[in-house]
């Protein structure tokens, strides 16, 4: 019995004729339905051949590719575990991931071959692969000496999949563990609840997605991956996100998913107009709070309203918009621009004070969920996976919302300490650590400001230890070597003190105040 493993379902839905185009390249190059499943079966074929214990992880440091669409494919396959890794990440973040995961196999680029596999071989890693972003590397070398044919491993339900790894507000990051049940779950909702459908479209075949997002993370690996592939309908697979070409492919595609800074981008576009979505059929927006700007502005450019919706790592999708009306759900088919729309069939969603009790209508508190999307636990972490559930079995978001008498649900903010940046988490702790570490530093505080690109970015506030003199510019080149890009403040200040609360708690709140015009437009 094989149909617990997400693979075997979303294999299911491949189309009956294999010759069609499954994921068409921004070069030009197709990629079949065939294609599709023989490479997974050649790969995971590869991973069986090694021997590797029940429950291997296999972690990956790619660019994206179709080939590393497979990789994640043929990881399902074989029955092990995902974990991918932003290609920001650098050596001492991929180290700790490493050491922590302990993956059997590691797969990443050429040129980041050296150091990954010395970090992978010290942690006991055996097997150290790479892939590049032109069809080559080990991966595929080893691959092509193995069968296209291939059993796919049967799993359960509560199998593990996938570890993601998200940056926790205290400490080290936790690596969220999901399961083939949770993947499932989510998918046949989604594909329920936005309506995908395998007829009409632009060739006949029904819906077709453009693919824009990296895929490392939820949204691009799971929302957009499985959401196409469990409709067998074809990707148009954009290696990095360019307005100018998401926009051209539009006369081809029927939907399309990014996070808000996406959108932005593509209102710069004078190329953005009704004339070019005239094929498409929904925008879906997710990640990131989505301005009421953009949303209106879309709107007035496109004829199209995006509809959005709230997930995360360790739940993948949570609430949506509606699509449309649907009488099994609600009545309602209104996408109301500044919600996150209604919890999920199947996903309970409750907004809780701090005295634990069920807030009214319209009050805001601590959003807490349970469904068959939420994860197993944070790998090898019991006590942190108990601090967030409830003793009912709630995950604790660290979103704070509200539930209106409709039901739709607002997201207003987070109990959490993060930056949410073009869509991607910044934890302002490990930002901070690094900082204090540097010499010369007595402390920091890095809060979010607005930006008009990535929604909201870092800002660095610094003060010098007594008779030291620090460089705020000097501190974030110097912290450019040892984070993901995306992490570092877009500005650094050095000031005397920073502010504090009688309690002596720094007020991040006065220092966002102090700078919220800093990148004004
Ligand atoms: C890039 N840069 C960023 C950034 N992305 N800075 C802040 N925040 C970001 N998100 C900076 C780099 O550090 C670099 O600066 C410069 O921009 C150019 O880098 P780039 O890589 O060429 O940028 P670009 O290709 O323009 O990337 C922007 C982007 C990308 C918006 C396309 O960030 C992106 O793909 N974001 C999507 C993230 C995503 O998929 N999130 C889903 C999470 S899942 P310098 O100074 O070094 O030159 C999730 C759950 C859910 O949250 O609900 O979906
Ligand atoms: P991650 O840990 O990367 O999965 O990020 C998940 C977080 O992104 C959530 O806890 C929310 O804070 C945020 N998020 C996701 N979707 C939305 C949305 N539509 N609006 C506001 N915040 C969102």
């Not at 197709?30 to 023989?38: A, I, N």
């Not at 892939?131 to 092509?144: F, I, K, M, V, Y």
Request: hydrophobic share 40%; glycine share 10%.
């Amino acid at each position: 019995m094989t149909s617990n493993n997400l693979f075997s379902a979303l294999r299911a839905a491949f189309p009956a004729d294999m010759t069609r185009t499954a994921v068409e390249t921004d070069e030009g190059l197709c990629y079949s339905w065939q294609d599709l499943d023989r490479a997974t079966a050649m790969m995971a074929n590869l991973f069986q051949s090694l021997g590797l214990p029940d429950g291997s992880r296999i972690a990956v440091q790619v660019e994206k590719s179709v080939e590393a669409l497979m990789l994640y494919l043929a990881t399902l396959r074989a029955g092990y575990v995902f974990l991918p890794l932003n290609t920001a990440y650098q050596s001492a973040e991929i180290a700790y991931f490493i050491e922590n995961a302990e993956p059997a196999v590691v797969v990443c680029g050429r040129a980041q071959f050296g150091w990954v596999s010395k970090i992978a071989f010290k942690a006991g890693t055996q097997h150290v692969f790479t892939l590049n972003d032109d069809r080559t590397g080990s991966l595929l070398e080893r691959a092509a000496h193995h069968s296209d044919r291939h059993q796919v491993v049967p799993r359960k339900a509560d199998d593990l999949a996938a570890i993601l790894y998200t940056s926790g507000t205290t400490g080290r990051s936790k690596g969220a563990m999901l399961t083939h049940g949770n993947m499932l779950s989510n998918a046949l909702t989604l594909k329920d609840y936005w309506g995908w459908t395998t007829k009409g479209g632009p060739e006949g075949h029904g819906d077709v997605l453009i693919h824009a997002l990296p895929i490392f993370h939820v949204h691009g690996l799971f929302v957009a991956i499985h959401g196409a592939l469990i409709n067998g309908s074809k990707m148009i697979w954009l290696s990095k996100f360019d307005p100018k070409r998401a926009i051209a492919r539009m006369r081809e595609a029927t939907v399309f998913m990014g996070v808000p800074t996406l959108y932005v981008r593509m209102l710069a576009e004078p190329a953005l107009n009704r004339a070019a979505v005239q094929s498409m059929r929904l925008f879906i927006a997710g990640s990131a709070p989505l301005l009421i700007e953009t949303f209106n502005e879309w709107q007035t450019r496109t004829g199209h309203t995006i509809l959005e919706r709230y997930g995360m790592s360790e739940t993948a999708m949570l609430t949506s918009n509606p699509y449309a009306a649907d009488p099994r759900y609600r009545h309602q088919s209104e996408r109301r621009g500044g919600t996150v729309g209604f919890p999920l069939p199947g996903v309970q969603l409750r907004v809780r004070g701090d005295d634990a009790k069920d807030l009214p209508v319209n009050e805001i508190g601590g959003i807490e969920v349970k469904g068959p999307n939420v994860f197993k636990g944070y790998w090898r972490m019991p006590e942190k996976t108990a601090e967030e559930f409830t003793a009912d079995g709630f995950f604790k978001t660290g979103d704070v919302g509200k539930i209106d008498e409709k039901g739709y649900v607002t997201i207003v903010g987070r109990s959490k300490d993060l930056i949410i940046s073009g869509g991607y988490n910044v934890y302002p702790a490990e930002i901070e650590g690094y900082i204090n570490d540097m010499p010369g530093v007595a402390e920091s505080a890095v809060v979010g400001v607005p930006h008009p690109d990535f929604g909201e970015v870092g800002v660095a506030v610094i003060t010098a230890k007594p008779g030291a003199s620090v460089n705020a510019e000097a501190i974030l080149a110097e912290l450019k070597a040892k984070l993901a890009n995306f992490k570092i403040p877009k500005k650094g200040f050095v000031v005397a003190e920073l502010p504090r609360n009688t309690m002596g708690k720094v007020q991040k709140n006065l220092l966002r105040e102090q700078h919220k015009s800093l990148f004004a437009n």
